[in-house]
């Protein structure tokens, strides 16, 4: 409903003959597109190599008619890279729309999302898009919040007794630690409806992904929340609020329901928070960097801290 609201609103701006590209796989938005506005150019570009790409014809073409008397509609199978201006139903896109959804990065919703801004900002680059496209959505949010999750604390942990060699039942898990107990470095992710845990913050804005103008960029957010609940503060959860433009206002598509999954950063040591924390306003930080992870994996990277009367103590991670 939000996506066709948005997209609705992008068709009413730019017009019906405006050149529409989709470049989420299987190209729901570009079916909304081309049936419920009656948008008239409209491309979607599938990326995957699997079956996607023909289910995706499928539906547009047997499922839905398309295309329609007097409209183009075509689905492109093709990485971003290969394709050109040329290629686009109509010219450089002045709608850009996205679900978002790649089958390969499927549960991983940062990833997602970040995948996103990168092809937009790449085919804006080389004329693709429009640098006046408007997008859907427009731009999005990585939230996060810090939890007490005893249960993936313990089994994403070190395995066997505190001695050095880890051992359990007499075998040594020194080494299946070395490379096992680093998920404070790097993000799992999980349904987390179907797990127990306890909210110990609310929600709070880590970054901005910004999808339109000439050059599409990410803000840092180096925001802090104070912790409304006592407990022990072992992980903090990530989720991407999507925000789509439907007028004077913006719908949003959020990952954080039962739906999607959320990713899961375990920290480093836990923090135990008391009641006195709570009573004094003690506060967790978040600070997010994009494009600047230093070990070179990942576009991106974040360090937690927490204040705690006073005092500042420092939980540094990468992603």
């Known amino acids: 409903r939000t996506l066709r609201a948005s997209i609705h609103h992008c068709i009413g701006v730019k017009g019906q003959d405006a050149p529409v590209l989709d470049i989420s796989d299987f190209g729901l938005c570009a079916i909304i597109a081309s049936v419920s506005t009656g948008a008239k150019k409209v491309t979607s570009l599938e990326s995957s190599s699997g079956t996607l790409p023909i289910l995706s014809a499928k539906v547009a073409q047997i499922g839905n008619h398309l295309p329609w008397p007097r409209s183009e509609f075509q689905i492109i199978q093709a990485q971003a890279e290969h394709i050109l201006q040329g290629h686009i139903a109509g010219g450089a ?19 997602e999302a970040m995948n996103y801004f990168h092809l937009i900002r790449s085919l804006k680059k080389r004329g693709v898009i429009s640098t006046s496209a408007l997008s859907v959505p427009a731009h999005a949010r990585v939230m996060a919040c810090v939890i007490e999750f005893d249960d993936f604390s313990s089994a994403y942990g070190l ?24 998920y404070h470095t790097r993000s799992t992710s999980f349904p ?3 797990y127990r845990y306890k909210q ?4 709070f804005c880590v970054a901005n992904i910004l999808y339109e103008g000439a050059a599409p960029t990410v803000e840092n957010v180096d925001d802090s929340v104070v912790l409304f ?25 959020s990952t954080a329901t039962s739906s999607h999954r959320q990713l899961i950063r375990k920290l480093p040591k836990p923090i135990a928070i008391t009641e006195e924390d709570v009573k004094t306003g003690s506060k967790f930080c978040c600070h997010a960097s994009f494009d ?11 360090t937690f801290e927490f204040f705690r009367s006073g005092d500042r103590k420092n939980y540094a991670t990468s992603m």
């Open 200 to 203: 110990l913050s609310n929600g």
């Open 93 to 111: 896109a002045e709608i850009v729309v996205c679900e978002p959804y790649y089958e390969m990065l499927e549960g991983w919703h940062l990833q």
């Open 192 to 194: 987390l409806w179907q």
């Open 229 to 253: 609940s006592e407990g022990n503060a072992q992980a903090v959860v990530f989720w991407v609020d999507y925000y789509c433009r439907t007028g004077a206002n913006f719908g949003i598509i």
């Open 159 to 182: 395995v066997g007794d505190r001695s050095s060699e880890n051992t359990v039942a007499g075998f040594r898990h020194a080494s299946v630690n070395y490379y096992g107990d680093r």
């Open 292 to 302: 600047d992870d230093p070990h070179g994996i990942e576009d991106h990277s974040f």
